[in-house]
């Protein structure tokens, strides 16, 4: 594979960070691709979604906690 400036990219491990209004995530030791050149840190698309959907588990449980909402309705017990 290579990388948009035109070097090779090496797989390895990485780490993912993202920060947002009422939380900050941290992943560590997951599989990304580093370009030799650039040192730009790329991930896989499978990778990507599977990180993008717990982020979004993430914020959408620390919004409840936050606003106080129930995560489910109470007529469901």
């Known amino acids: 594979m290579q990388c ?3 070097g090779v990219l090496i797989e390895g491990k ?15 030791n997951i599989p990304a691709f580093k ?6 840190v790329t991930f896989s ?3 990507m979604s599977k ?5 979004n588990n993430i914020e959408r ?6 606003t106080g909402q129930a995560s489910v309705n109470l007529y469901d017990y």
């Open 14 to 28: 990485s780490t993912y960070r993202t920060s947002k209004k009422n939380f900050s995530f941290i992943l560590e």
């Open 35 to 40: 370009c030799m050149r650039c040192d730009e």
């Open 4 to 6: 948009k400036c035109g």
């Open 45 to 47: 698309e499978e990778t």
């Open 51 to 55: 990180i993008q959907r717990l982020v």
């Open 61 to 66: 449980d620390s919004n409840e906690i936050v």
